[in-house]
């Protein structure tokens, strides 16, 4: 039961009891919900704030709750769509288990979740509500990335890729991908524009590679066996480590401008390091391993 409680903070359980109880018209406090989920107040809000920021929410200090008007319009079926569109889904063979093991908060779930991937976006909150109402009223938009200015972006969707938030854009009728944590001045223009459907239907794709604005974003598991090398220094261009899993392994981000300045270093460190995204580098990787063995084998 201990070990059970101890997961009870994850993300993906969190935020189905929370829709549940809100649907049922419960007011929820943030300090019984920190004590419930052994989370900070702040990681609530989070929630609250940009994970749960489309529902019609009210809040009286501390308390939050569903505007009366709307309570019973969340059927089971809207709270597995939006678990869907969150992309939840994939975790389980079936629907039936996501809506009998996680959404019924009455009874103890049979599922438990570790090592869940995400970054810390309370630090980019501003950004993330504006960009969120530009890409809802499809507002043109300006902002620093990179050193550099783009100016009239056209933004689509937030895209949560192995817990990084990018927005998805055309700039210069390119799409293109852009890490919010590197987006400053960002300011909603008062021009609007016209989605493209194409581009929407794009978006959609799972196996859709984007460019990102002016670097690759590359995010690499690293044992626990060789961790301390690359915590106690940058082996990687700009690396952060994004997180410690239990076993001691952490995941570590790094940007890079082309292939060509990091599949030296990356291939020095194999079989140590799994390359989780984006998929380019690692196909990459994997050709030209595959590429050696062959020499090696004729």
């Known amino acids: 039961m201990r070990r059970m409680k101890k997961e009870h903070d994850k993300l993906a359980k969190r935020l189905g009891i929370i829709l549940t109880r809100l649907n049922t018209g419960e007011r929820l406090h943030l300090d019984d919900l920190a004590r419930e989920f052994n989370v900070s107040a702040r990681t609530l809000q989070r929630d609250f704030n940009t994970r749960l920021d489309y529902l019609p929410l009210q809040r009286e200090g501390s308390t939050y709750f569903i505007d009366p008007k709307y309570l019973g319009r969340q059927s089971a079926k809207d709270i597995s769509t939006i678990v869907v569109n969150m992309g939840l889904d994939c975790l389980f063979p079936g629907k039936q288990f996501l809506a009998n093991g996680m959404l019924n908060g009455d009874t103890t779930p049979p599922y438990l979740f570790r090592n869940i991937h995400m970054e810390n976006s309370s630090h980019y909150l501003p950004v993330f509500q504006q960009l969120t109402e530009a890409i809802q009223r499809h507002y043109l938009i300006c902002f ?70 002016s670097m690759l974003d590359l995010v690499i598991q690293v044992d626990a066996s060789v961790a301390p090398q690359f915590q106690q220094a940058s082996l990687l261009p700009k690396q952060q480590i994004l997180k410690q899993l239990d076993d001691g392994s952490l995941i570590l981000s790094s940007q890079v401008s082309n292939l060509d300045s990091v599949l030296p270093t990356l291939k020095a460190w194999l079989p140590h390091i799994d390359v989780l995204s984006p998929d380019s580098i690692r196909q990459c990787l994997y050709l030209e391993l595959h590429a050696a063995l062959d020499r090696i084998r004729s």
């Open 144 to 213: 620093q990335y990179e050193k550099r200015q783009c100016e009239d972006i056209q933004p689509y969707r937030l895209l949560n890729d192995h817990g990084i938030w990018y927005l998805t854009a055309t700039e210069q009728d390119r799409l293109k991908m852009y890490r919010l944590s590197q987006i400053s001045q960002l300011a909603i223009l008062e021009a609007r524009f016209k989605p493209d459907s194409h581009i929407s239907q794009q978006l959609n794709d799972p196996k859709l590679c984007l460019r990102q604005g």
